[in-house]
């Protein structure tokens, strides 16, 4: 699932969720976003949190509805100064980037806002 | 003096503990004026002229279970976190109700419930369920969760306040007894410390029901927790927790729009809320700080309405003040307190913060259980209201 990018071109995740595997990862990512028009949900997880991995399922069906949004799993242990940036303080939450931008969160299980603010934010 | 009615004994004994039914008076911190009504012993006390009621409304009284549990590991990790979703499905699909939200951090998992509440910590699980569940019937299937990850449960406390409408309820929660018995039945052995109480008030449709197991009399390290009702809301602070109809939102933002508009966001400004708007009305929300949980549960309509505020005692928050912002919320004619093993300090500046509202204290009883320390119920009225 996901694979290692290495370009900053624009990608097509067409339909598939990328876990963020590196510090390289995710500046590609933010990248990515700063210098495309696609919007991109960065879904902030922990394993050992079972609100977050109820989203799991959830997320892959949203990436499957929305193939022209490109969705990032980003591990807060494992990137533990990426989620205090984004001043990440429970879990799940769902960051929505437009240019690199955040332009809308989601906190916690709540896949009817998350579908309607990927809905709006998407075009 | 207000009387007690204990049922249950204390025996630390490896044989089974045996059930009997007593009243008994405990010493109190505060003398009481006389007793306005007694209570018999046989039955739940309630409130008479709901029997009459042809029909009844939705329960907002909860019924609440803590289960605590040890870990024969030595390093315990993440514990009861460790349940996968499907098999808490599986116990809430027995208790009739279903996850409509959640929320976690580092301490515990939080869920917000069709029918209230349910926290998961690594080692304690607390479940909250109103309406007409049965919330009795989750004790086993956590029981042999647990054990599947090597814990093993060494105490349950269930309390609940008196339902506005006990007939409507499924059994085992027909009566105290029936529950009690219900619960006997479910718990291991080894919980040989128990007791039963029913704590009441000066009001016969406000008592406080107590039922706590442990393994161990008086443990270490308990926390306190605080247990608020409010009924005969203010109406028109009660119309903030209604749906408006074709308002282009769903139940998250909904709810979101209500913590906002209702204040109950600055009850603890640190917590973060996960929150819900049922439709056509009520109104949930967990609140996570730190390892404290906090949790609201409404229910709007007028003839029944109701508002509950259960939050875990910390030494970073101001008990009292949280409990009075909560309180302001709703304006309820009558609040009852419930609190476990709070100081006496925090029970006195709670009975003060809701009394800075306008409120008189009509009543404080308590009882001490094991496993879990003193009980205060303490209740308030508005100064208008008569009893």
């Keep these: 699932m996901g694979g290692q990018f290495s370009s900053p071109s624009p990608q097509t995740f067409g339909g598939k969720v990328v876990t963020v595997k590196s510090k390289e990862d995710w500046e590609t990512q933010l990248q990515n976003s700063k210098t495309s028009n696609k919007l991109m949900v960065i879904d902030f997880s922990a394993s050992w949190c079972g609100p977050s991995l109820f989203m799991d399922p959830v997320v892959q069906d949203l990436a499957n509805?929305?193939?022209?949004?490109?969705?990032?799993?980003?591990?807060?242990?494992?990137?533990?100064?990426?989620?205090?940036?984004?001043?990440?303080?429970?879990?799940?939450?769902?960051?929505?980037?437009?240019?690199?931008?955040?332009?809308?969160?989601?906190?916690?299980?709540?896949?009817?806002?998350?579908?309607?603010?990927?809905?709006?934010?998407?075009? | 003096m207000l009387p007690i009615i204990s049922l249950g004994c204390l025996t630390p004994h490896a044989l089974s503990p045996t059930l009997s039914l007593s009243i008994t008076k405990p010493p109190y911190n505060t003398p009481l004026p006389p007793l306005l009504y007694s209570t018999n012993p046989k039955h739940n006390p309630t409130n008479t002229h709901n029997l009459s009621m042809a029909v009844s409304g939705f329960e907002g009284f909860e019924k609440r279970l803590e289960l605590q549990f040890s870990s024969h590991d030595p390093v315990t990790g993440i514990g009861l976190r460790q349940l996968d979703f499907k098999s808490l499905e599986q116990v809430l699909h027995q208790v009739q109700c279903t996850v409509v939200s959640a929320l976690g951090n580092q301490h515990f998992d939080s869920y917000v419930l069709s029918e209230s509440s349910l926290f998961v910590y690594p080692t304690k699980i607390i479940i909250k369920t109103c309406g007409t569940t049965q919330l009795l019937k989750s004790v086993q299937p956590f029981i042999n969760h647990a054990r599947t990850l090597n814990l093993h449960i060494i105490a349950l406390r269930y309390t609940r306040g008196s339902f506005i409408f006990p007939q409507a309820q499924p059994y085992p929660h027909t009566s105290f007894h029936e529950e009690i018995v219900y619960l006997e039945d479910s718990i291991p052995h080894h919980l040989c410390y128990r007791k039963a109480s029913v704590i009441p008030s000066k009001l016969t449709s406000h008592s406080w029901h107590v039922f706590s197991a442990g393994a161990v009399e008086y443990p270490d390290d308990v926390p306190y927790t605080v247990e608020v009702c409010m009924t005969d809301l203010d109406q028109t602070l009660a119309r903030k927790f209604f749906r408006h109809p074709n308002d282009g939102k769903n139940g998250d933002s909904a709810g979101r729009e209500m913590t906002g508009l209702t204040g109950i966001n600055r009850i603890n400004p640190n917590a973060q809320i996960c929150d819900f708007a049922f439709e056509p009305c009520g109104y949930s929300m967990n609140g996570l700080d730190r390892d404290c949980y906090s949790t609201i549960h409404v229910t709007p309509e007028h003839g029944f309405s109701y508002a509950s505020f259960e939050c875990l005692g910390s030494?970073?928050?101001?008990?009292?003040?949280?409990?009075?912002?909560?309180?302001?919320?709703?304006?309820?004619?009558?609040?009852?307190?419930?609190?476990?093993?709070?100081?006496?300090?925090?029970c006195m500046r709670i009975k003060g913060a809701v009394e800075q509202l306008g409120m008189k204290c009509r009543s404080c009883s308590m009882d001490v259980v094991p496993a879990a320390g003193m009980v205060v119920f303490q209740t308030f009225t508005t100064r208008r209201k008569r009893i």
């Design chain 1, 65 to 123: 509805e929305f193939p022209d949004v490109d969705f990032i799993k980003i591990d807060i242990d494992d990137f533990k100064d990426v989620a205090d940036t984004f001043e990440v303080k429970a879990i799940p939450t769902f960051v929505l980037l437009k240019k690199g931008k955040e332009r809308e969160r989601v906190v916690g299980v709540k896949k009817d806002e998350l579908h309607r603010v990927i809905e709006k934010l998407r075009s």
């Design chain 2, 315 to 346: 030494m970073y928050n101001d008990m009292a003040d949280m409990v009075k912002k909560a309180v302001k919320v709703f304006g309820p004619a009558t609040v009852s307190v419930a609190t476990t093993n709070a100081s006496d300090d925090v």
